[in-house]
Nanobody
Framework: QVQLVESGGGLVQAGGSLKLSCAAS????????MGWFRQVPGRVREFVAG????????HLIDSVKGRFTISRDNAKNTVYLQMNSLNADDTAVYYC????????????????WGQGTQVTVSS
């Protein structure tokens, strides 16, 4: 099993930046592809970014390309989401998740989830 704890959320003005971290414990971190998802109340949880077990492959949704970067440090058992040029549409609870198989856009493919961290962008 893997336990995931997100941090780094908060309130930021439009155009600002935040860096989310997700610390993993338990099973071997490099066994897992990792993903970041976000959810707004009343809406489906959506995939934002994913990274393969060794960081060799990444994928971001079109709305965050050029603004967000996903990375991981397997020595620190941590995955990051650097978010720049934030706008009001980025306001959501952000979750990290671990997938024992491969990088996937499908939330149902992920085995373990963190508790989420709130990101609020004020305009």
């Amino acid at each position: 099993q893997v336990q995931l704890v997100e941090s780094g959320g908060g309130l930021v003005q439009a155009g600002g930046s935040l860096k989310l971290s997700c610390a993993a414990s338990g099973d071997t971190f490099s066994n897992y592809a990792m993903g970041w998802f976000r959810q707004v109340p009343g809406r489906v949880r959506e995939f934002v970014a994913g990274i393969s077990w060794n960081g060799g492959r990444t994928h971001l949704i079109d709305s965050v390309k050029g603004r967000f970067t996903i990375s991981r440090d397997n020595a620190k058992n941590t995955v990051y989401l650097q978010m720049n040029s934030l706008n009001a549409d980025d306001t959501a609870v952000y979750y990290c998740a671990a997938n024992a198989r491969s990088l996937s856009f499908d939330k149902n493919a992920y085995d373990y989830w963190g508790q989420g961290t709130q990101v609020t962008v004020s305009s």
